[in-house]
Structures are given as C-alpha cells and as structure tokens.
C-alpha cells in the first residue's frame, strides 16, 4: 500500500491536529450561540414567557 503525497510540498496526505490559529479563530467565523439575559417582565410566571417577553424585545430594538 503506497502512501499519498503533495506533489507541490512532498507532505504527506493526512489529517493533521487541529492549530492554536484555528483554535482562536473558530469561533470568530462560525460565531456562539447568543445568549439573552432578561429580568423577570413583570407579569411573566413561566421561563416560556420570560423567554418570549425576551425575543420580543430583542425584535423590536
């Protein structure tokens, strides 16, 4: 069995580990879930609601 090669650089074909610039950047391209901090709106009993009154402010800012 023969092992793949870059013709260009002569490396190897294998994956290599991921690097500390990937790291540091992956959350830079693909971004983090946003997380929404809301005091309890008054009139508001069950997390749904909280979270409701939350997105409904976030719309209409």
Do not use: W
């Not at 997380?35 to 939350?54: D, I, S």
């Amino acid at each position: 069995m023969s092992t793949a090669r870059n013709d260009i650089t002569g490396s190897l074909m294998q994956t290599k580990p991921a690097s500390d610039a990937y790291r540091d950047n992956y959350d830079a391209i693909f971004g983090k879930p946003r997380v929404v901090h809301a005091k309890n709106p008054e009139g508001c009993e069950t997390t749904e609601e909280v979270l409701q009154a939350a997105n409904d402010s976030a719309q209409n800012s």
